[in-house]
């Protein structure tokens, strides 16, 4: 009997700790039971969380998680960079994400000194943000959902990878901040879409995820086609910019390019129609060539 009680306790004990998953630190977080109450610290982890299939779990969010539209409803916890740790608490989580650059490290320490389970991401490629997405709905016991939006996501970036990333080669800027002018490099996850799309990234080569450049450099590099996300959804202001220089091959194809930021600046499922844009604007300027 004694032997029979001892596995018995033996296996509950493996299973109170059977919810595990690394996160982008590296680190296994453990969970005794599903999360039910999740404190999402940016707007990609809010929208990941959603994507995975727990959004009904969230009850905690910070600034600008303004996707999916349900999650402006939750209780902010103030922005990013500066959690209210104390409005925080009073929440009381059982696990919050964090994002691994974006949020202060010693709020976030403060918050596992209490004993809240913190599980950092930040997808930095295609494959981190399926993954991530399966890993949260490992942590929120939504494991069905979470796969099904997962494997949609790669199988829909595979297929525009093989769509496109073989056609003629076009050089491409993509721009993701006006003052100061900033681009991505090949390693951000933008300039692995636009390589994807088979655009050229004007500026891939540069050391830093996010460069700062000027106007010379894109006049020196001259793209063929200038893609710009701009400061809101529906604000082209940047692309204008670009037309005093009629000598640039983007400007006298008429190639400059406007994709909503919020479908192509959050490592999240919206990428999926973010890259679907971007790949059709390169298909344009391939298009053009064939007219000149």
């Given at each position: 009997m004694g032997l029979a009680l001892l596995l018995v306790t033996t296996i509950s004990a493996a299973h109170d700790h059977?919810?595990?998953?690394?996160?982008?630190r590296d680190r296994e977080v453990c969970l005794y039971d599903h999360a039910r109450r999740?404190?999402?610290?940016?707007?990609?982890?809010?929208e990941l969380t959603y994507a995975a299939g727990a959004g009904s779990q969230v009850v905690a969010v910070v600034s600008y998680s303004d996707y999916p539209p349900?999650?402006?409803?939750?209780?902010?916890?103030?922005?990013?960079t500066r959690i209210d740790l104390e409005k925080l608490v009073g929440l009381a989580p059982d696990l919050v994400i964090g994002w691994v650059t974006g949020n202060p490290a010693e709020q976030l320490e403060t918050l596992e000194a209490l004993g809240m389970p913190v599980f950092y991401i930040e997808p930095r490629d295609m494959e981190?943000?399926?993954?991530?997405?399966?890993?949260?709905?490992?942590?929120?016991?939504?494991?069905?959902?979470?796969?099904?939006?997962?494997?949609?996501?790669?199988d829909t970036m595979?297929?525009?990878?093989?769509?496109?990333?073989?056609?003629?080669?076009?050089?491409?800027?993509?721009q993701v901040w006006d003052a100061p002018l900033m681009s991505v490099s090949s390693q951000h996850l933008i300039g692995q879409?636009?390589?994807?799309?088979?655009?050229?990234?004007?500026?891939?080569?540069?050391?830093?995820?996010?460069?700062?450049?000027?106007?010379?450099?894109?006049?020196?590099?001259?793209?063929?086609?200038?893609?710009?996300?701009?400061?809101?959804?529906?604000?082209?202001?940047?692309?204008?910019?670009?037309?005093?220089?009629?000598q640039l091959s983007a400007v006298s194809?008429?190639?400059?390019?406007?994709?909503?930021?919020?479908?192509?600046?959050?490592?999240?499922p919206r990428l999926m129609e973010g890259a679907q844009l971007l790949c059709e604007k390169l298909e344009k300027a391939r298009q053009k060539r064939r007219h000149h």
């Open positions: 059977s919810r595990c998953a690394i996160d982008d999740i404190a999402t610290l940016s707007p990609g982890a809010t349900e999650a402006k409803e939750v209780a902010s916890v103030g922005s990013h981190g943000v399926a993954s991530a997405i399966e890993r949260l709905a490992r942590l929120a016991g939504t494991e069905t959902a979470g796969q099904a939006v997962a494997d949609n996501f790669r595979a297929a525009l990878e093989e769509r496109y990333s073989t056609r003629d080669l076009v050089p491409t800027f993509y879409v636009v390589e994807m799309c088979g655009g050229e990234n004007v500026f891939g080569e540069q050391a830093r995820l996010v460069p700062r450049i000027d106007d010379e450099a894109v006049l020196a590099a001259n793209p063929e086609a200038i893609i710009a996300g701009g400061m809101g959804e529906e604000n082209r202001h940047w692309l204008t910019h670009w037309k005093q220089y009629p194809q008429d190639n400059l390019f406007f994709v909503p930021p919020s479908l192509i600046q959050r490592p999240t």
